[in-house]
């Protein structure tokens, strides 16, 4: 049996709990929005919201390199300190966040094993207490990463495109059109419903087990393998809004060291909206 390809990538949730006083540690958890960690929350995480936090103020976008070192200098880290981050629904936005601080260039990082779910269930200990750390002077020193973002027009030059395999990482509902979003979050969806001609239907559910932790090397390999999108082809994973497409990014980009994925964050909103682009149902 393999292992992960960056098993450095992932903390189990013992290693945390063991570390939560380490002044080289930074937990956050990452949501769409803060009450989880309000109502209880690792002790020492600090609590970042995916749509204010993470986002340009005006128009859809993330925020830019400098406007992350601010946020990470706002938390405290400095060149020796380590971000850990957590979330609910199996990390979706956590993996969501880990994929963004990668392309901003910020490396030192790594997502919590089962997130929020596995901390948990096995009843370890929380708190709502919110913790302060001093501000620092740190500042990204890597260049953005654009070579695991996809932009629009990359995409529509891609479709048909016998070198590239597009994974539609939504609910088998959504890729066949019956749903333009998930059941919960109704006002966020696209002007049609389908998919991108060619993508295989592979719901990122698929990689996590029932405690939310990733699958084994091997049974990813069979996921990936099975639905023929692991022959060396440009991969470009997409969702609703790229945050489940995230975690399906890190699967295979971290846990299966495959080099060539990208993340279409504009995912269906985006693309599901476009005028005359070619959709499958």
């Known amino acids: 049996m393999g292992g992960y390809a960056n098993p450095d990538a992932l903390v189990e949730t013992d290693w945390l709990e063991q570390h939560v006083e380490d002044p080289n540690i930074r937990i956050i958890e990452v949501d769409e929005d803060t009450s989880a960690y309000e109502k209880g929350h690792i002790q020492n995480a600090l609590g970042w919201n995916w749509f ?18 601010q946020l990470l200098q706002k938390a405290g880290v400095d060149q020796d300190t380590t971000v850990v981050l957590y ?6 936005f956590a993996a969501y966040a880990y994929w963004l601080l990668r392309y901003l260039g910020f490396g030192s990082v790594k997502l919590l094993n089962g997130g929020r779910k596995k901390w948990e269930l096995e009843s370890r200990l929380q708190t709502q207490s919110v913790p ?21 027009d990359e995409v ?29 979050l109704p006002q966020e969806q696209a002007q049609v419903p389908g998919h991108i001609p060619g993508a295989a239907s592979i719901p990122w559910a698929k990689a996590a087990n029932d405690d939310g932790t990733f699958k084994s090397a091997d049974e990813l390999t ?17 969702c609703r809004i790229g945050e489940r497409s995230s975690h399906t990014w890190f699967a295979l980009t971290e846990l299966l060291g495959v080099g060539n994925v990208k993340n279409y964050d504009g995912s269906w909103t985006e693309y599901g909206s476009l005028v005359g682009v070619p959709v499958e149902k």
Do not use: C
Not at 52 to 69: A, K, S, T
Not at 132 to 152: C, H, K, L, M
């Open 156 to 184: 529509l030059q891609r479709v048909g495109d016998k070198t590239t395999s597009f994974i539609d990482v939504r609910s088998p509902e959504e890729y066949r059109g019956e749903k333009l979003a998930p059941d919960h």
């Open 132 to 152: 302060s750390f001093a501000s620092t002077s740190y500042t990204i020193q890597n260049p953005v990463r654009g070579d695991i973002r996809a932009f629009r």
């Open 52 to 69: 204010i936090d993470l986002h340009v103020p005006v128009g859809r976008d993330y925020v830019d390199q400098e406007g992350l070192n």
């Open 87 to 92: 979330g609910g629904n199996n990390n979706w």
């Open 222 to 238: 069979a996921l990936y393998e099975g639905a023929g999108v692991m022959g060396g082809q440009e991969i470009i994973a997409y």
